[in-house]
């Protein structure tokens, strides 16, 4: 059977003048389990040329499976910076983040709590 989720993602970076420059994965797990995981986003690093986007909508198509009432999301994302060391905005070695439809849950990156990318998915 399958189904579709909307994802709604938004790169945040609190020391950026202007949109971030994010690369990194991000996946969606509709069963917990980290092996198992769907791609929501994908950036690979381009350096200087790392597009500037401060959000995207991901329509994700999970190919089998019953519609779960939590979603959940793993990512490593880091943050593209030209003069200084790249940020990081969403790492997965704590574990996979979790919520429900409709609600904005973070993914947490590096020292500053400014730092993370925000995901929202509903049913498509
Ligand atoms: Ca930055
Ligand atoms: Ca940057």
Redesign the pocket.
């Known amino acids: 059977m399958g189904y579709k989720i909307k994802c709604y993602v938004r790169f945040n970076?609190s020391g950026?003048a202007g949109d971030?420059?994010p690369y990194g994965r991000i996946l969606v797990h509709p069963d917990g389990e980290q092996e198992a995981g769907f791609v929501v986003w994908e950036q690979e690093n381009k350096y200087n040329s790392t597009p500037t986007v401060a959000s995207v909508t991901s329509i994700v198509e999970i190919s089998s499976g019953d519609r779960p009432e939590e979603m959940h999301f793993s990512g490593n994302v880091m943050?593209?910076?030209f003069n200084n060391m790249d940020d990081l905005l969403a790492r997965s070695d704590e574990g996979l983040v979790s919520g429900p439809a409709g609600k904005e849950i973070k993914l947490p990156g590096g020292e500053s709590s400014g730092d993370y990318v925000a995901i929202t998915w509903n049913y498509e």
């Open positions: 970076n950026e971030p420059e943050e593209s910076d």
